[in-house]
């Protein structure tokens, strides 16, 4: 089993719960040590909202992770999602090195885009090296839309059959991780949720629960931290990424229900005491 600790290299977006205001509690919840690694700071995520201020923490990533190494840090588990600028690539290859040991679990989630299309503070540049990083993970988490850019294939929206789903998986696996997870998979229109490949097994199982319409900000971050803490506790990755998104999907269905704006975030509070049981079980085993 994986020590149950985490670096997680991710931004800090102050307001709409995303990124590490949801990566630290999640995983908290998991009963999973993290600390931040912050790549860059905004004052709201990128999705939906105009003017947020953007401060790029390119210079100050390898002097933090340095002086965690000089005062004996180490990680059970590497997280790493929205990354601020095209230098960052090498510089957390860089930092993936510094802690890796082969007890050590790497988990990339390319925060790059949605529904077709990348964000507003992605360049080409780094999509492309955000490829090359999930060429050392363990672990993969794209959606659809990061999926077909890293893979170089066309991006439509679903639904997706199963052999199509496993072709995208198996395509993510032969970059070099041994296991991979897909977001936003879907067989038709009325359920939704993600598929997982062990290239170990040579497995695909899907984890499909209602879908609820709308877009909720925030949940891919809420599935990849719940998923890294599901594995952290010794789960195989087909439990780990059924819990994930039952637990993403309670979020979206308690999100609906109060009516709030969607960009301030998703309604996770209230769900992460089961987390939390679900994966002291887990840890028991």
């Not at 879908?211 to 010794?234: I, K, N, Q």
């Not at 009516?259 to 509070?269: C, L, Q």
Request: glycine share 12%; with cysteine; hydrophobic share 40%.
């Amino acid at each position: 089993m994986y020590k149950k600790s985490c670096a997680a290299v991710h931004d800090i977006s102050g307001f709409g719960k995303c990124s590490l205001t949801v990566a630290l509690p999640v995983l908290s919840a998991c009963g999973v040590e993290a600390s931040a690694l912050p790549t860059a700071v905004l004052s709201t995520h990128t999705g939906g909202f105009t003017g947020f201020t953007y401060r790029d923490l390119t210079d100050d990533l390898l002097p933090i992770a340095r002086h965690w190494k000089s005062v004996g840090a180490g990680f059970g588990s590497v997280y790493t999602g929205f990354l601020g600028s095209g230098k960052q690539i090498g510089m957390v290859e860089e930092i993936i090195a510094m802690f890796r040991t082969p007890q050590t679990l790497v988990l990339v989630d390319p925060v790059m885009g949605d529904d077709g299309k990348l964000y507003s503070t992605y360049t080409p540049e780094m999509a492309d090296g955000m490829a090359r990083l999930c060429r050392g993970a363990d672990v993969v988490a794209p959606n659809m839309t990061e999926a077909s850019h890293i893979l170089g294939i066309p991006y439509h929206p679903g639904p997706y059959t199963e052999g199509f789903l496993r072709e995208v998986l198996q395509g993510l696996c032969a970059l070099g991780p041994t296991m991979a997870v897909l977001t936003g998979a879907c067989l038709d229109d009325k359920q939704l949720g993600a598929a997982c490949y062990d290239a170990r097994t040579g497995e695909m199982h899907l984890s499909l629960k209602e879908r609820v319409p709308g877009y909720f900000h925030g949940t891919g971050d809420l599935f990849a931290s719940a998923l890294l803490g599901g594995l952290l506790c010794g789960m195989a990755l087909p439990q780990a990424c059924g819990v994930a998104v039952e637990f993403v999907h309670k979020t979206i269905v308690t999100t609906a229900q109060s009516g709030a704006d969607r960009r301030f975030g998703p309604k996770f509070e209230g769900h992460l005491a089961w987390l939390s049981q679900v994966m002291a079980e887990a840890s028991k085993k």
